[in-house]
């Protein structure tokens, strides 16, 4: 049986990851969570029984460690972290003190026989961009946001653990995903849910900001698959599309999905974190998938059948 902790587990990309490794009836998991952003109603069915959920601030060592010395765990996916540009940007003292939550982490593991640590890092470590695609060799350090510093450090950490106290780690820098469990302040699911609705869709600026968006059965495939498979040990993945959209154009697409009456209105451009283009190279992601990626109108046709975001669960949610 392998001990496997998976911190943000009640959010989007780490429930989603939590499902999928409880699939295996080899592995237990622990899901720590403080449920600042994160939600109960994301958590596996508890009729399997190889998995449990604690409440617990990864920033606290005493929590955390409790936690981990418990348990003993074989692998971490560490994925708890202050999220979305406006929350990041109106909460910069909460996103600097996820840095504790990474070293109490690593502190931990490096004593009590964690083989691999796996860490969600993000596109803005890219900051603005400066060769496109964006590969993983080439970080400019040039970003201003706390939540990009933060995941700079993060990898930092990571690496000279590695070469002081031998503790691997893979590090997924994360693009936009999406899917069905998403929160409604993310691009994606804010613009579904008003095409439902009918209602106006804000763009910021003229719209011309190019994303990749990317499935979250794409994601988290891949990122099993590098576990499962001891694959990119001590190195860096990007996981995302590269496939460019702009947000005017996804805002269009989401409004033809969904037959929407919803019409595109432009606002003030963001002061700043809106970067003007995200383009990973995801040449080891698709080495990790070995399988075409889903293509955007179809995931967002699959958001639709899931049913989550009908006008029924949505005036349920309010």
């Not at 460690?65 to 540009?85: C, I, Q, R």
Request: proline share 4%; aromatic share 10%.
């Amino acid at each position: 049986m392998r001990n496997i902790l998976v911190t943000g587990g009640a959010g989007f990309i780490g429930s989603a990851l939590a499902k999928r490794l409880i699939k295996e009836k080899d592995n237990f998991i622990v899901i720590a969570d403080d449920l600042s952003t994160g939600s109960v109603e994301k958590l596996p069915d508890p009729k399997q029984k190889n998995w449990k959920f604690i409440k617990c601030d990864l920033n606290n060592y005493r929590d955390i460690s409790e936690v981990m010395l418990s348990f003993n765990f074989d692998f971490v996916f560490h994925y708890a972290a202050v999220v979305g540009v406006q929350r990041t940007l109106d909460n910069p003292v909460s996103v600097l003190k996820d840095i504790e939550g990474i070293k109490n982490i690593l502190n931990i593991a490096k004593n009590h026989g964690t083989e691999r640590i796996f860490f969600s890092s993000s596109s803005e470590v890219y900051g603005e961009p400066v060769d496109l695609p964006q590969n993983e060799l080439t970080t400019p350090l040039n970003s201003r946001l706390p939540y990009a510093v933060v995941k700079n450090l993060g990898e930092a950490f990571l690496r000279s653990y590695k070469r002081e106290f031998n503790l691997n780690y893979t590090i997924f820098r994360l693009f936009n995903t999406y899917g069905p469990d998403q929160s409604i302040d993310f691009v994606m699911s804010k613009f579904i849910r008003l095409a439902i609705r009918n209602e106006d869709i804000n763009v910021y600026g003229d719209g011309t900001q190019a994303r990749t968006f990317c499935f979250i059965d794409d994601h988290i495939d891949s990122t099993v698959n590098a576990f499962q498979n001891d694959l990119f040990v001590n190195d860096v993945v990007n996981i995302g599309s590269d496939v460019e959209v702009t947000i005017k154009e996804l805002a269009a697409l989401v409004i033809d999905i969904t037959n929407s009456k919803s019409t595109i209105v432009h606002v003030d451009p963001l002061p700043e974190g809106d970067m003007l283009r995200r383009l990973p190279d995801i040449t080891n992601m698709k080495k990790l998938l070995n399988r075409d990626l889903t293509p955007i109108s179809e995931g967002i046709k699959k958001v639709l059948e899931s049913g989550k975001f009908s006008k029924e669960s949505l005036t349920a949610h309010e």
